[in-house]
């Protein structure tokens, strides 16, 4: 199988360029990539006037399988992967029951190989049955393929035991994906303590919530030496302890997504449980303060947090909602609109921080394009635009709070391993939903 994708701005991460290439595939393999390239039989994809990236990575994703397949399964969830111009992704292991051994690491691999549509890279518990009380099997795990350990959603409360997970990642030189948040804080909390809150009377959770956990791990990181990754950076004083300890040389790094650089707790106003997310919509400040983060580097990845909920759960008062909203299929949108098209990323900024930098914190094989590596590519096209429809999801999550929004610059190609699985916002295969 060949085929050549012509001249598209190839986006390349590591030499850090965007120029006019042409790039042949054989075999689900980058062969070459070079100017007016041609081979005879090769088919090929006119990809003018679009920016052509390695396959973006979202390391922040719930799958849902094992457990709560009403909300998402590997199979519907790597298909909304694919429609929103993905390829691959990381899975939280907060399912039932929670990925807190081998065993289950293995399960997450073997059914994606089956039935998904993505690559997907399965995230341990830190803590068995992520109940903070005694450390899970984490060099099982890291042999049996988890690429980096988590109690999301739920933060490890007890300092010492967070010490030693820290030990015990750094010896296994895997990252800890940090739930940054002090629940004595946030206690019954269903959005931003603020004004707003206040105007809804809705217990609000603080800023401080978040940044008094920040600061616990980021010390613990520097004590340690353990790569820690602050997951879903959300205010700004997050961003101001995460620059410090930048400067002082701390193997921390974080990302942010999409909703905290676009939303604000404003949003909340109208009590559409889609915006309550955890953690919460912030400030204008925050927001801002976010966005500073991404564009100079002290945060770096962009990622979904896709938390998908089915319609029932969500159709409830705002304080008995679960926190969460579905954002495969709509960051690649939410990232163009919002930062490239307002100038606070460059087109290369933003694909690194959806690319290589994930790839590099996941010690993955992927996020570059070059002669030998996987054919995974993703193609956007800055001029398509197109209003947001939870109707054409491919997952199951319709929590969205974008519907019917306007973005543009959405994807336009997904291919995995030369395979091209999504053109125009449409997947190439039958029986999308299962």
């Known amino acids: 199988m060949k085929l050549i994708i012509k001249g598209g701005l190839v986006v390349d991460p590591v030499a850090g360029s965007v120029l006019k290439k042409d790039i042949l595939v054989v075999d689900g393999k980058v062969a070459r990539i070079g100017s007016n390239l041609s081979v005879d039989g ?22 849902r399988e094992p457990g709560f397949e009403a909300k998402e399964t590997i199979y519907t969830g790597t298909r909304a992967a694919a429609r929103g111009g993905f390829t691959a992704v990381a ?78 990642a750094a010896m296994l030189d895997k990252p800890l994906i940090s739930h940054s948040e002090e629940k004595s804080l946030s206690a019954g909390g269903s959005m931003h303590e603020g004004r707003v809150s206040t105007i809804l009377g809705l217990k609000g ?23 820690v990754h602050i997951a879903h950076v959300s205010t700004a004083g997050s961003v101001r302890l995460l620059r410090e300890a930048r400067a002082r040389g ?66 409830v008062e705002y304080e008995r909602a679960p926190f969460g909203l579905a954002g495969l299929e709509t960051a690649v949108g939410l990232v163009w609109t919002e930062l490239v098209a307002t100038g606070v990323l460059t087109p290369l900024r933003a694909i690194t921080c959806m690319t290589l930098n994930p790839a590099r914190i996941l010690g993955i094989p992927k996020g570059a394009l070059a002669p030998g590596s996987d054919a995974d590519i993703t193609i956007i096209d800055p001029a398509l635009a197109g209003v947001v429809d939870p109707a054409k999801f491919a997952g199951k999550g319709r929590n969205t709070p974008f519907a019917g929004r306007v973005l543009k610059g959405l994807p336009w190609l997904t291919m995995i391993s030369g395979k091209i699985v999504m053109r125009g916002g449409v997947l190439l295969e039958e029986n999308q939903q299962q």
């Not at 090929?44 to 799958?63: C, F, S, Y």
């Not at 603080?206 to 030496?225: K, N, Q, S, Y």
């Not at 564009?295 to 990845?301: E, K, L, S, Y």
């Open 205 to 227: 959770i603080p800023a401080c919530a978040e940044e008094v956990m920040v600061a616990r791990d980021i010390l613990l990181a520097e004590e340690t030496g353990c790569r």
């Open 91 to 168: 899975c939280m292991p907060n399912t039932n029951p929670v990925i807190d051994n081998a065993a289950l690491v293995g399960s997450v691999i073997n059914s994606a190989r089956s039935g998904g549509l993505v690559h997907v890279y399965p995230v341990g518990a830190i803590t068995r049955g992520s109940r903070g009380e005694e450390l899970a099997e984490m060099g099982d795990m890291a042999e049996a393929g988890a690429v980096a350990f988590s109690d999301d959603g739920t933060p490890v409360a007890n300092a010492g035991l967070m010490r030693r997970a820290m030990q015990y």
């Open 42 to 63: 090769a088919a090929v994809i006119d990809a003018a006037g679009r920016l052509v990236a390695p396959g973006l990575i979202d390391m922040h994703v719930h799958l």
């Open 250 to 315: 701390v193997r921390v790094s974080a990302e942010a997504t999409p909703h905290h650089f676009t939303l604000t707790d404003e949003a909340v106003m109208g009590f559409d449980t889609f915006t309550k997310v955890n953690p919460p919509l912030r400030t204008e400040d925050d927001l801002a303060a976010v966005k500073q983060g991404l564009a100079d580097g002290v945060i770096d990845v962009i990622a979904t947090d896709h938390a998908p909920h089915t319609a029932e759960e969500k159709d």
